[in-house]
T-cell receptor
Framework: QQQVKQSPQSLIVQKGGISIINCAYE??????FPWYQQFPGKGPALLIA?????SEKKEGRFTISFNKSAKQFSLHIMDSQPGDSATYFC????????????FGKGTTLSVSS | DARVTQTPRHKVTEMGQEVTMRCQPI?????VFWYRQTMMQGLELLAY????????DSGMPKDRFSAEMPDATLATLKIQPSEPRDSAVYFC?????????????????FGAGSRLTVL
């Protein structure tokens, strides 16, 4: 119940295309869903986050879509650029309890120019 | 820029040796996490502390791993004895949470990681 399942494991997208990464969870107590971005040799860094009271959040080219009934959320990267090539992790936690983030296994995105 | 500092960045050791990884969280952050990253398992939570008290260490193999916060500026993760399956990148992350706003600790700042290779 504590797992967050992420897919695909790897993704290759052409420059200018849309990258889509999906995550699913089981624990309905989760109420905070961030995405982290990690470049090689670096630690993950917070990219964007959403709470379950909204269905979508957009920041620049990055959008989180959230489907509470399906217990799924996804990251969309519009107009993907080579600089977006990185590993992306979805995560979930129970904000009110301040529990630790549980991460998905990650998606390695390569944007070809 | 405030950052989480981890040492060592790289460590190669032989099976059976003791390994200690250190983390200096961001000044003022009161919640510290240890994660382990491998290709197979992704980012696994090992343990975390709030105000230096351990909140959860259920992700750690208790027989060989130990985590402590001797003071607010230092967190340590020790493996004794180390095994080849412990080879991974170990990340420390910190955040700030209070009793009324524990969620603040969910905004994590990660260190650059300690890459451990056990031969």
């Amino acid at each position: 119940q504590q797992q967050v399942k992420q897919s695909p494991q790897s993704l290759i997208v052409q420059k200018g295309g849309i990258s889509i990464i999906n995550c699913a969870y089981e624990n309905t107590a989760f109420d905070y869903f961030p995405w982290y971005q990690q470049f090689p040799g670096k630690g993950p860094a917070l990219l964007i986050a959403i709470r379950p009271d909204v269905s979508e959040k957009k920041e620049g080219r990055f959008t989180i879509s959230f489907n509470k009934s399906a217990k799924q959320f996804s990251l969309h990267i519009m107009d993907s650029q080579p600089g977006d090539s990185a590993t992306y992790f979805c995560a979930a936690s129970i904000r009110q309890a301040g529990t630790a983030l549980i991460f998905g296994k990650g998606t390695t995105l390569s944007v070809s120019s | 820029d405030a950052r989480v500092t981890q040492t060592p960045r790289h460590k190669v050791t032989e099976m059976g040796q003791e390994v200690t990884m250190r983390c200096q969280p961001i000044l003022g952050h009161n919640t510290v996490f240890w994660y382990r990253q491998t290709m197979m398992q992704g980012l696994e939570l090992l343990a975390y502390f709030r105000n230096r008290a351990p909140l959860d260490d259920s992700g750690m193999p208790k027989d060989r791993f130990s985590a402590e916060m001797p003071d607010a500026t230092l967190a340590t993760l020790k493996i004794q004895p180390s095994e080849p399956r412990d080879s991974a990148v170990y990340f420390c992350a910190s955040g700030f949470g209070t009793q009324g706003f524990p969620s603040g600790a969910n905004v994590l700042t990660f260190g650059a990681g300690s890459r451990l290779t056990v031969l």
